[in-house]
C-alpha cells in the first residue's frame, strides 16, 4: 500500500465526495482527480497548522498562559510574512498552471525566477523591522507586562525566518500549479515534523521558551526553502524522483512582460492578504481590553479554526491549478465545471469537519488548558469557530477560479468588507455596549462570512472568465 493511495485525509475526502456524485452534484472523475491533487496539500496543512498549535500548547504548558497571549500578539505580525509571500505564490500558481497547462516551460522558469525575487525584496524589509523594534510593535496591540515580554522577545527571533516562509511558498505554489502536490506535501510536512522536534528540543530540553519556539520555526523553514530550492534547479531530489519542471538560474533571470503579469495579478493577492492580516491588530488591541486571559482563550480557538480550515489548502489551489490549466487551453466551459465541481465538494467537506469539531469542543480545549476558570471561554470559543469556519469554505471554493484566471481584485474587497467594514465594528460593541464577549464572538463569525458571500457573487457572475483571457499564455507575448 502506498501513502498516496490509502490515508484518512484522501479517505475522508472520497467518501464526502462520492457521496455527492452518488446525489448528481458533482461528477465522479472530478472528485477523483480533485482529491489526488487536493489531500496532499490538506496534509501539508495540518501538519503546519499543527505545528504552530503544538507551539502554543508547549509553550502553555512550559510557561503559561501569559506565554499564549504573547504568541497571539506576535502572530500577526509573524503572519506578514504568509500575507506577503502567500499573494505572490497566490499570483505564481494562476500563471504556472497556464503555463504548465499549455507546455510554455520557458515562460514558466521566467514566472518562477520573477516570483521568488519579487517575494524576498518585499518581505526582507520585515526582518530588519522585527529584529530592531519588536517591543514597540508588541505594545501597539498587547495589554499584560508578563504577556508583552513573551511577544516581543519572541518576534525578535521569528522575524529571521519572514524571508524564508515567502520562498518556501513559491516554491510549494510552483509544484502544485504543474500538477504536483505531493512534493510539496512531503517537503514542507517534514519541516512541519522537524520544527516541533527542534522546538521540544529548545523549549524543554534548553528551557528557552518562547525564544526555543522562534528558533525552531525559523530553522524548519531553512530546511524547507533548501530543499525547494535544490529541487527545483536539478530537476528533482534524491529519494523523491523528478520534480514535473525545473527552473533554470541562468540569464535572463526576469522576463519584463511576465514580471508585469505577475505584478498585475499578485498586488491585488498581497493586498488581500495584507487586508485579512491587518484587521489582526485593531481586533486583538480589542479583545486585550477583556484580559490576557480572554486572549489566550481567542488564540487557542484561532489555532483550531486554523487546523479546521486546512481544506482550503488543498481545494483552493487544486481549484486554481485545475481551473487554470483549462484557460490555458482556452476551455472555459471545462474550467467553469471544475470550478462548479470543486466548490461544491469544498463546502460540504467543512460543513462535515466542522460539526465534528463543534461536537467535541469541550475535550479539544482541554488539550490546551486545564484551568477551570479559562475552559468555558475557550470552548465558547471553539464553537463559535466551527460554525465561522464554513463560511471561509464557500470562501476558498470561490476564489480558487478567480485567482486562476487572474481577477484577484475582488477577494481584496471582500476581505476589506468584512474585516474592516463589519467585523471590527461588530467587535468593538463589546467594549462600548453592555455585550461584551458576545459582540466579540459575534465578530468571529462575521470575519468570515461577509467575504464568503462577496468572493461567491463575483465566481457566480462569471466575469473571471473573460478577465483570464487577458492573462493566457498567448496574451504574455503579444
Known sequence: M????????????????????????????????????AWPRIVTGLARMSKSTVDVAMVGAAVGSSAIAGLGYAAPYWGLAFALGGGVAGGTIGMVSQRFGADAHEELGATVRASALLAVAISAPLTALFWFVPGLLIDLIGS??????????????????VPLAALSLIGSRTLVGADDAWTPMVIRAGGAVANVALNATFIFGLDMGVVGAAAGTVLANLLVVAAFGVGLARGGLPGMGAFPVRISLGRPWIDRSLARDLLDVAVPLVGTNL????????????ISTFGSDFVAAYVVAMRVRALMDTPNWGFSLASSSLVGQEL?????????????DVLRFCLVTYAVIAAGVFAFAEPIGRVFVDDPAI??????????????????????????????SGD?????????????????????????????ATAVYAAVVVEMAVPAIVVYYRYRSGTWMVVSRDYRPDAATT
Do not use: C
Open 408 to 436: 484577484t481584485r475582488w477577494p481584496f474587497y471582500a476581505q476589506i468588507a468584512g474585516r474592516y467594514l463589519a467585523a471590527l465594528p461588530v467587535a468593538f460593541l463589546g467594549v462600548v455596549t453592555p455585550l461584551g
Open 275 to 286: 487586508a485579512n492580516n491587518g484587521a489582526k491588530y485593531p481586533k486583538l488591541a480589542i
Open 144 to 161: 499584560g507586562e508578563a504577556a508583552v515580554g513573551y511577544g516581543t522577545d519572541y518576534l525578535r527571533v521569528v522575524g529571521l525566518g
Open 328 to 340: 490555458g487551453t482556452d476551455d472555459e466551459a471545462e474550467a467553469d465545471a471544475w470550478a462548479r
Open 2 to 37: 502506498s501513502l498516496d493511495r490509502f490515508n484518512p485525509v484522501r479517505g475522508l475526502l472520497l467518501a464526502v465526495g462520492t457521496a455527492l456524485a452518488r446525489a448528481g452534484l458533482i461528477d465522479r472523475e472530478r472528485v477523483v482527480r480533485a482529491t489526488d491533487l
Open 375 to 404: 475552559l468555558p471561554t475557550v470552548t465558547v470559543f471553539i464553537w463559535v469557530a466551527a460554525a465561522s469556519v464554513v463560511f471561509n469554505g464557500l470562501y476558498g471554493g470561490a476564489t480558487g477560479p478567480l485567482r486562476a
